[in-house]
C-alpha cells in the first residue's frame, strides 16, 4: 500500500521561506519519479516542481522558477520542496505525487498516487 505523508505546511509572511518534506513508503522509491503539486481554491492542480528517480531532472512550473528546488534523499525515502521568497499567490494546499516509473512529468495526470496535502499560506 503506497503512502505518501507531507509535512512542513503552515503560515510564513511573503517573502519568507518552508520546507515541505514528503515521506514515501510501499513502493520502490528509488525508482519511483516523485513530485510537487499545487491546488489554490477555485483552481485547477498545477505543477510546482517533480524530479526524476535519480534526482537528477527536474521540472517546474514557470511561476516558482528560481524559488522553488525539488530535491530527494533516497536513503530517507523522502523528497522536499525548498521555497523561498513566497508570495501571497503560492498560497494552496501542497501534495505530493509519486508514479510507476522513473521517469518525470511536468502533468499531473502522470501521476498516480498521491498524499493527503499540507496548506501553505503566505501572508502579505
Known amino acids: 500500500q503506497v503512502q505518501l505523508v507531507e509535512s512542513g505546511g503552515g503560515l510564513v509572511q511573503a517573502g519568507g521561506s518552508l520546507r515541505l518534506s514528503c515521506a514515501a513508503s510501499?513502493?520502490?522509491?528509488?525508482?519511483?519519479?516523485m513530485g510537487w503539486f499545487r491546488q489554490a481554491p477555485g483552481k485547477e492542480r498545477e505543477l510546482v516542481g517533480v524530479?526524476?528517480?535519480?534526482?537528477?531532472?527536474?521540472y517546474y512550473g514557470d511561476s516558482v522558477k528560481g524559488r522553488f528546488t525539488v530535491s530527494r534523499d533516497n536513503a530517507k525515502n523522502t523528497i522536499y520542496l525548498r521555497m523561498t521568497s513566497l508570495k501571497p499567490e503560492d498560497t494552496a494546499v501542497y501534495y505530493c505525487?509519486?508514479?510507476?516509473?522513473?521517469?518525470?512529468?511536468?502533468?499531473?495526470?502522470?501521476?498516480?498516487?498521491w498524499g493527503q496535502g499540507t496548506q501553505v499560506t503566505a501572508s502579505s
Open positions: 510501499g513502493l520502490p522509491f528509488s525508482d519511483t519519479a
Open positions: 505525487a509519486s508514479r510507476t516509473g522513473g521517469t518525470a512529468y511536468s502533468s499531473a495526470t502522470m501521476y498516480n498516487y
Open positions: 524530479i526524476d528517480w535519480s534526482g537528477d531532472i527536474t
